[in-house]
């Protein structure tokens, strides 16, 4: 196959069986490179050669009999309809990832929205790479600035996001950020979330009520595992954070990063602590690691860790009670945003994102047994069946007539003798997917656990096709909305550079806040920390949901 | 963050570019392009040959540019035009 042949193929047949083109990027240089992500030893790799650094030859994912179950989720995405291709430059897309704004060869819209409102962090943690160090400049929107970059995103066409995520640096440090959350909702999101150390709202519990006041719906909090060791950065604090957030019904989402060797055989417990605090905590979002800089190769391959590899992790850790084979991947889902646009005619926003950049499912509870989703619903016959009533709507198929066919059918995908006590699952489906009832399906969310994976790339396994579909989004002050793993994987280009344009130097943001001591970083007490009872109960009074016979 | 937009009055510098082999090429030369903090928007196209880019004049200039483009890669016939950078900002957003 020649070289144009090859680029041709690129990204519209990502979804092929193994072996696939894309286009990655040198980890060295960036220069832009050919790779191939191909199958050795039931692994899924992606090997590029650079002129100038040389082969680079990495793992993509650990299972390729996942990879190809998780391939034919792929769903087809439509992209914006008004694209920023630039009135100055014809910046097309034909250069990705140099090209972003977003082009018009993007395949998603927003579905998350990130807003960095400040650079600066009270913490200083060894591994972050996104906080203003000593002297550094200071990268902190105004509010003006804020609700244009947030006006911005619900401008975008056909669907525009309803989330948005306030990030930083920790933007707790900001004193207006109630003020934020205010903008935020007067700009229409449903969906405001911090993504945090959650240390300010352990130390504020005044502050945890005015945000949730204001309409913040979810803390996205940084928690890395369940022991000291595992979690150095909020383990004393998480504690506090969530009782705070308890007392003020803020839903909380943990975060973890999983590194091999470092807190990967810590994945279980995290879920288990989880469902302990189930009546506050929503969600675990599991980020396996990405590898900002330079790294040598034996370190990448001992921490390296990527989604069925922490799939296998948790299957293990929860003795098989959470196994690979109740994860899908996001894209399975969006056959439910088909169906109820072919039923409603209103564009939905569709999760069509690249099948190898998240995966999930939901744990229910029946008693104190979690039960996975897919124990009681045939997730792929269900899928199927509504792409299929969404094609046949499409296609003049009477409404009427379709939700009688749903009412009749959709306890075939149901088994019965499985599903939680207490739940009737096929009439919560059916009042939101016929009757667009979310009240109850809101309502049920407070009873299950939502546990996913969002692996965002490097420059090792950097691969094209997945951040043309990707929809967790950074708006810039200048106007542009760049993918996640463009912001962060280069950000020389994107988010350093912009960031540099709009800061002030650190003296005269001192100056211009004389009340700020800009150099204060957060410090602990750990013993008092530990004395708690919210601390001991935290981590000492858990039940053990995963007890093998 | 300053209030006030960074920049007032920015180049926007158009040259031909010859010797470009082929797409991976011509996105390299824009990333390259794309690290000099002067340069804010740059775009290569492969097909036509061509660079287009808008800097900032405080900290650069086109023949500084030009001479950046490094053989066996050919820059030449520049075409130059003031812009306002509140403009550039205006259209990036959507309305």
């Known amino acids: 196959m020649g070289l144009a042949e090859k680029i041709s193929r690129v990204s519209g047949d990502y979804a092929s069986p193994l072996p696939v083109q894309t286009r990655s990027l040198c980890p060295e ?141 920790e933007p707790c440090v900001r004193d207006d950020i109630v003020d934020i959350v205010k903008i935020a909702k007067e700009e229409g999101y449903a969906h405001v979330q911090f993504n945090t150390t959650g240390i300010a709202f352990a130390n504020n519990a005044e502050l945890v009520k005015k945000v949730k006041v204001a309409g913040a719906t979810t803390v996205y909090m940084s928690f890395d595992g369940t022991s000291k060791k595992t979690n150095p950065k909020n383990h004393w604090e998480a504690p506090f954070a969530i009782e705070n957030c308890r007392k003020a019904k803020l839903g909380i989402v943990l975060v973890p990063t999983l590194i091999q060797n470092v807190n990967e055989h810590d994945a279980g417990n995290i879920i288990n602590f989880a469902l302990n605090n189930l009546d506050v905590i929503r969600a675990v979002n599991f980020q396996p690691v990405s590898f900002v800089g330079r790294m040598p190769k034996a370190l990448r391959e001992k921490q390296r860790i990527t989604i069925p590899g922490a799939i296998k992790k948790i299957e293990e850790q929860t003795n098989g009670m959470i196994a690979e084979s109740d994860w899908y991947p996001v894209p399975c889902v969006a056959p439910f945003s088909q169906f109820v646009e072919a039923l409603t005619g209103r564009r939905q926003y569709e999760l069509s994102i690249h099948f190898a950049c998240g995966a999930a499912t939901y744990l229910f509870m029946d008693g104190n047994r979690p039960v996975p989703i897919t124990r009681f619903i045939d997730v792929e016959g269900f899928t199927e069946f509504l792409s299929e009533k969404a094609q046949e709507l499409e296609k003049g198929k009477s409404r009427i007539a379709t939700g009688a066919e749903m009412l009749l059918k959709l306890g075939k995908f149901i088994d019965r003798k499985k599903q939680p006590r207490n739940i009737n699952i096929g009439k919560l489906l059916f009042n939101a997917l016929v009757k667009h009832d979310y009240k109850a399906l809101g309502e049920i969310h407070h009873r299950t656990l939502f546990l996913g994976m969002m692996h965002f790339m490097d420059p090792y396994n950097y691969d094209q096709a997945r951040v043309e579909r990707c929809d967790v989004h950074y708006a810039m002050p200048d106007g542009r909305i760049i993918p996640f793993c463009a912001f962060n994987v280069l950000p020389e280009i994107y988010r350093d550079k912009v960031q540099r344009q709009y800061s002030v130097p650190w003296k005269e943001w001192q100056n211009l806040h004389p009340e700020k001591n800009i150099n204060y970083k957060y410090r602990r007490d750990v013993k008092a920390l530990e004395a708690s009872p919210i601390y001991k109960s935290a981590y000492f009074s858990q039940q053990n949901f995963f007890e093998g016979d | 963050m300053k209030n006030a937009l960074p920049f007032g009055k920015l180049v926007r510098l158009e040259f031909s570019v010859s010797g470009l082999k082929n797409k991976e090429d011509a996105a390299a030369l824009q ?61 990036g957003f959507h309305n």
Not at chain 1, 42 to 52: E, H, N
């Open chain 1, 29 to 169: 240089c960036k220069a832009p490179l050919l790779a191939e992500i191909y199958e050795k030893s039931g692994k899924v790799r992606i090997r590029k050669t650079c002129g100038t650094h040389g082969k680079f030859d990495e793992i993509y994912w650990e299972s390729a009999k996942f990879y190809d179950f998780a391939r034919k989720f792929s769903s087809k995405s439509r992209g914006i309809e008004n694209p920023n291709v630039g009135t100055f430059i014809n910046n097309d897309g034909s250069n990705c990832p140099f090209d972003c704004g977003i082009c018009s060869n993007h395949h998603t819209h927003t579905g998350l929205s990130n807003i960095v409102v400040t650079n600066r962090c009270d913490m200083s943690c060894w591994y972050c790479f996104f906080y203003a160090k000593e002297g550094s400049p200071i990268y902190e929107p105004s509010l003006g600035q804020i609700r244009m970059m947030l006006r911005n995103l619900k401008n975008e066409k056909p669907v525009s996001t309803n989330a948005v995520q306030i990030t930083g640096g």
């Open chain 2, 31 to 91: 990333y390259r392009l794309l690290l000099n903090d002067a340069i804010l928007r740059c775009h290569v196209d492969f097909g036509k040959e061509k660079c287009e880019l808008l800097y900032n004049p405080l900290n650069t200039n086109s023949r500084k540019i030009i001479a950046s483009v490094k053989r066996p890669l050919v820059a030449k016939a520049p075409d130059e035009a003031e812009i306002k950078y509140a403009e550039i900002v205006k259209s």
